[in-house]
């Protein structure tokens, strides 16, 4: 999986941000607030990344058990899929 | 070709229907500081309005809207965003009302109004728009300025934004600027381009920095003011 290609990620005052560029403005309006483990994924998923891959990406950056890391990345992927921001 | 001068940029800019320069007269510019940009909206830009509009207007009225959306493009990169909120002073000090449609902006305004009396200036009801002087922040009037008509062409350095709330009592207190930036990016114009949104971003992080931040919950009363303005002119 991957995210969409005309979103961007920005930092503003301590906040994870993302927002709709040039076409996609028209469908998606609004900013996604993200934490900073969901920055992180975020940047994974500008390739081409299997669940499990990115499992192991997050295991790499931080230092959480693999059961915690799949719960996280479970729930980040569904609230992509929710606002359609998977390719 | 009329000129104007609005934030303190001049233009000039033609017009489709003789309604857009009677909304902008206030800002009429007949000095002798050079003219930045044009600003001509055509019949194109008037359809484009139309189509992001869920409600149907005369065409007059979108090319107003159209003329706001090009000064806003160009003002953008002269460190100006628009804050949709009613901005006001009182004693030279501004502050900025935000909240979503609905939610009594416009009314919190007015009791100032009732409550202070001539110490108070009505910058803009609703579109002002902010910009960045010498590191400091300054809000202006507009021609834009909601359905009641009010605003003066005037600039003031902001003290404080408060975000609205109805409440049954009367409450202020500080918030984080993380709060304050949830709040504000649904009150100022969603960019299109890439680097419309990082210079968007970079000023709403600059003037969060430099400003006072409020939550108010309130009911419609003096005593709302009185709360309202109390802490903020204190800083409270």
Known sequence: MKIKKNFILREVAGTYLVVAVGDAVKDFNKAINLNSTGAFLWKQLQVDLTEEELIGKLLEEYEIDRETAKKDILGFIQRLREANLLE | ?236
């Open chain 2, 1 to 236: 070709m009329p000129k104007y001068k609005i934030a303190d940029i001049v233009f000039s800019a033609t017009h489709l229907f003789p309604y857009v320069k009677k909304v902008c007269k206030d800002y009429l510019y007949e000095g002798e500081e050079p003219v930045e940009t044009e600003l001509n909206v055509t019949m194109e830009d008037v359809e484009f309005e139309k189509s992001l509009s869920k409600l149907t207007f005369p065409d007059e009225y979108f090319e107003s809207l159209a003329l706001y959306r090009k000064f806003l493009e160009y003002a953008l990169f002269h460190d100006t965003i628009i804050l949709h909120s009613s901005a006001l002073a009182v004693d030279g000090d501004a502050f900025l009302f935000t909240a979503p449609s609905g939610t009594g902006k416009s009314t919190h305004a007015k009791l100032y109004r009732e409550v202070l009396k001539d110490r108070v200036t009505t910058i803009n009801d609703d579109k002002p728009v902010v910009r960045k002087v010498n590191g400091e922040f300054f809000v202006y009037g507009t021609p834009w300025d909601g359905k009641h008509r009010l605003s003066t062409n005037s600039k003031f350095k902001i003290k404080a934004i408060c975000a609205l709330k109805r409440g049954e009592k009367n409450q202020i207190n500080k918030i984080s600027k993380k709060q304050m930036l949830l709040v504000l990016l649904n009150q100022t114009l969603r960019p299109k381009k890439e680097e419309q949104v990082d210079k968007t971003f970079s000023l709403l992080g600059e003037l969060l920095d430099s400003v006072s931040l409020y939550e108010l919950h309130c009911n419609i009363s003096e005593e709302a003011v009185l709360v309202s303005y109390g802490a903020m002119s204190k800083g409270e």
